[in-house]
Structure formats: C-alpha cells, structure tokens
C-alpha cells in the first residue's frame, strides 16, 4: 500500500522559513516522480514543485522559484520541500503525491497527473 506522511508545516512570519518532509512507503522510491502541491481556501489545489526520484529533475511553479528547494533523499525515500522568504500567500495546505506510472525524461506537475496524496501539513505565513 501506497502510503505518504508530510510533516514540518507550522505557523510562521513573513520571511520566515520552513521545511517540510514527504516520507514514502509501500513502493519502490526510486522509480517514480513525487511532487508538492498546495491548496488555499476556496482555491483550486496548484502545483508548487515536483521531483524525478531516478534522475533528480525538478520542476517549480513560478510563485516559488528561487524561494523553494525541493530535494530527495532515495535512502530514506523521504522528499523535502525547504521554503525560505515565505510570504503569507504562501498559506495553505501542502500535500505531496506521487504518480502510479514511470516517466522517462518528463517531470508531471499537474495534480490530475497524480495518483497517491498524503493528508497534508498546514502551512501559515503571518504578515
């Protein structure tokens, strides 16, 4: 059974910095992209970044880039999400997920391309 764990959200000032952990289990890590995604209230769930297990390509949404770092550790089949300069439209429920089929030289960034998703880790940025 596909299973996905994040944790590390919390409450934090603009500017701030978090770190937020995917832990994965149930299939083999290597093989499939994992992503993060992130749902305001009364917004639709967008993607924020998505990593390539097997080849460690990455993919941001522009909101986040040069602010995020997403990143793999394949022994610990546990993906991070490091967010520095946060701002308070950063503020939603982040999730991560994985997809149910390899892709080769092709990183998924949608959330309809993903088939597994974590509960999900509150994260609130105050001004």
């Known amino acids: 059974e596909v299973q996905l764990v994040e944790s590390g959200g919390g409450l934090v000032q603009a500017g701030g910095s978090l770190r937020l952990s995917c832990a994965a289990s149930?299939?083999?890590?290597?093989?499939?992209?994992i992503g993060w995604f992130r749902q305001a209230p009364g917004k639709e769930r967008e993607g924020v970044s998505c990593?390539?297990?097997?080849?460690?390509?990455?993919v941001y949404a522009d909101s986040v880039k040069g602010r995020f770092t997403i990143s793999s550790d394949n022994a610990k089949n546990t993906v991070y999400l490091q967010m520095n300069s946060l701002k308070p439209e950063d503020t939603a429920v982040y999730y991560c997920?994985?997809?149910?089929?390899?892709?080769?030289?092709?990183?998924?960034?949608?959330?309809?391309?993903?088939?597994?998703w974590g509960q999900g880790t509150q994260v609130t940025v105050s001004s």
């Open positions: 997920a994985t997809v149910s089929k390899k892709y080769s030289d092709y990183v998924p960034r949608a959330p309809y391309e993903y088939d597994y």
């Open positions: 149930g299939f083999t890590f290597d093989d499939y992209a």
């Open positions: 990593i390539s297990s097997s080849d460690g390509s990455t």
